[in-house]
């Protein structure tokens, strides 16, 4: 299955692929409207440490906690994509105390959130990949 | 063919059905389920009188579960059990067998025998969807509410009701609320939010003796109430399997395949008392994650499966009126305790340079970083806890492990 995954070495730290993702999770077609002067809630986000930069985002684990932790039943795998119900979801954060990379956290609405990869949003491929200047995030199988 | 048997139709037995459907897509699997519902998600009781939720999105598992899994659903309730014959008897004299056994009874309330509760009119438990449904039925927009016990179950109990009620008021003989996941410190600041919030406490105080509606306190102090929740605790429900033989401290004792000390008798859940690795001791872990990976893991032995679970902890995300807290691990007297109070509070209990434990309240994104260093006892030198404090991040790893974590199939 392919994953993102991102090229430490190749990464400026630039943040675009947090912007990117959260415009297409956002249901608008206008990248301004979307994210100027709003709270942006990205499901990738970029660490720093001494000098060195990356991006995280939702690895896509093959026996990932998040899903056995949910006190909802609201997160699940579909063809190797984990994946949450906003529907079932009750905000209480579980998924977020379990998850060894920090890749998932509240949204907006206070539901989870994470990175779906894209599956179902307008773009249908991994926006933070398509949008990395340096091609430091990569969508592969590996 | 495998005859599979489960005790209970909770979270724990959720995973075991597919822990042995993992396996085992032939073995017949039979469920019995005291409580007359398909497997719904507990904690979401206090959402569901929140608002938050409602009874069809509370299934934990979808509507088909049992019929995709192939399971048998008996609604019931096992009163005996032979583990010689392999056989357990339910109350209303049914009879079945099973090659391979595992008892998901989980807990029920604590109540204790004060003196004048059969006085009390409107007085309620909260721990099952039946209970939660019956409290409902009790609201009233001028209710005055009294709740025993100030921990998870209690107060989100009252963050449940709080806007359905007149009034609420906790009692706990406890000095601070949720004595059993925070320390005075951070306890204090949930505290003083809650009262925000409209919540009444009376610490380090309870009823001790009932009149109608009137509770009348430790401390001399009386409360009218128009309704009563008991919220004092939980007991693990092991009378089955002692009565199986199975040996049975604070809860039914398992081994790190969730094996009970008798031959094809499993058990997982709050019913059973495994091993916290974050304290090196045996512990009741009555928290739902835990339920389902120890139901899960107790399947896949079930059906022939080699599988131990050696790094369950405890931990719980809980929040309150929008204010979020996280914990994890426990708090050895003799930790060094590192803290951060730049944006809301963050503790970190570190003894020997392995994280130990943690408290975060405020922001608790990437908190599951700090619970990882818990669970995987990895060791942190001094400076990076001084980083770590402030915020968790995969810099604390060696680049190489970091590396790996980020770079390949996890």
């Not at chain 2, 998600?41 to 088909?64: N, Q, V």
């Not at chain 2, 803290?339 to 809301?344: I, Y």
């Amino acid at each position: 299955m392919k994953r993102v995954y991102v090229n430490e070495e190749w990464c400026l730290g630039c943040h675009l692929c947090e912007y990117n993702c959260a415009f297409a999770n956002s249901g608008l077609d206008d990248m301004v409207r979307a994210l100027k002067d709003k709270p942006v809630f990205p499901r990738i986000h970029i660490e720093e440490d001494a000098g060195i930069t990356y991006a995280v985002s939702c690895r896509h684990c093959t026996d990932p906690l998040c899903v056995k932790s949910c006190i909802a039943g609201a997160i699940s795998i579909e063809d190797g994509v984990i994946r949450i119900d906003k529907n079932k979801c009750v905000g209480c954060l579980t998924c977020v105390l379990v998850c060894p990379y920090g890749a998932v956290a509240a949204g907006p609405t206070g539901a989870a959130q994470k990175c779906e990869l894209c599956m179902r949003n307008s773009c249908g491929a991994p926006a933070c990949v398509t949008g990395c200047p340096n091609n430091a995030i990569v969508y592969e199988e590996r | 063919m495998s005859e599979y048997l489960i005790i209970g139709n909770g979270t724990a037995a959720a995973g075991c059905i597919e822990g042995i459907r993992s396996r085992d897509s032939e073995g017949s699997i039979t469920v019995i389920s005291a409580e007359a519902h398909h497997v719904y998600s507990r904690p979401l009781i206090s959402y569901y009188l929140e608002g938050k939720t409602d009874l069809s999105r509370m299934l934990y598992r979808p509507e088909d579960f049992y019929e995709k899994n192939n399971v048998r659903l008996i609604f019931g309730k096992a009163v005996k059990c032979d583990s010689k014959k392999h056989t357990v008897t339910l109350a209303d004299k049914q009879k079945l067998s099973f090659d391979r056994l595992c008892i998901c009874t989980g807990s029920s309330p604590f109540v204790p025998s004060f003196e004048g509760l059969e006085t009390v009119k409107d007085r309620f438990t909260f721990m099952t969807l039946d209970d939660s449904l019956a409290l409902e039925k009790a609201l009233t927009p001028e209710s005055r509410v009294l709740i025993v016990g100030a921990g998870l179950i209690g107060l989100k109990c009252a963050e449940g009701i709080s806007h359905r009620v007149g009034s609420i008021t906790v009692c706990d003989l406890a000095d601070r609320v949720l004595s059993s996941i925070l320390d005075s410190d951070c306890a204090a600041v949930m505290q003083e939010h809650l009262e925000k919030h409209g919540i009444s406490f009376m610490l380090g105080d309870t009823a001790v003796r009932f009149d109608g509606n009137t509770a009348y306190m430790k401390s001399g102090a009386e409360v009218s109430f128009d309704i009563l929740v008991l919220a004092v605790g939980v007991r693990a429900e092991t009378g089955l399997a002692s009565q199986a033989g199975c040996e049975v401290n604070r809860g039914i004792v398992i081994d790190d395949k969730m094996q009970t000390t008798v031959p094809d008798i499993f058990s997982a859940g709050d019913c059973s008392e495994g091993f916290d690795s974050s304290a090196g001791a045996r512990r009741v872990l009555a928290i739902l994650p835990n339920a389902y990976m120890q139901g899960r893991n107790a399947g896949i032995n079930m059906s022939g499966g080699d599988s131990s679970l050696t790094d369950l902890i405890p931990m719980n995300s809980i929040g309150f009126f929008g204010l979020h807290c996280a914990t994890a691990g426990s708090y050895p007297e003799d930790a060094e305790v590192y803290e951060d109070r730049t944006e809301g509070i963050r503790r970190l209990y570190v003894r020997d340079g392995i994280l130990s434990g943690f408290i975060v309240i405020g922001n608790v994104n990437r908190a599951g970083i700090y619970t990882s260093l818990v669970r995987e006892k990895a060791p942190i030198d001094e400076e990076n806890i001084d980083k770590l404090k402030k915020f968790p991040s995969l810099a604390v790893f060696l680049p190489a492990t970091r590396r790996k974590k980020l770079g390949g199939v996890v």
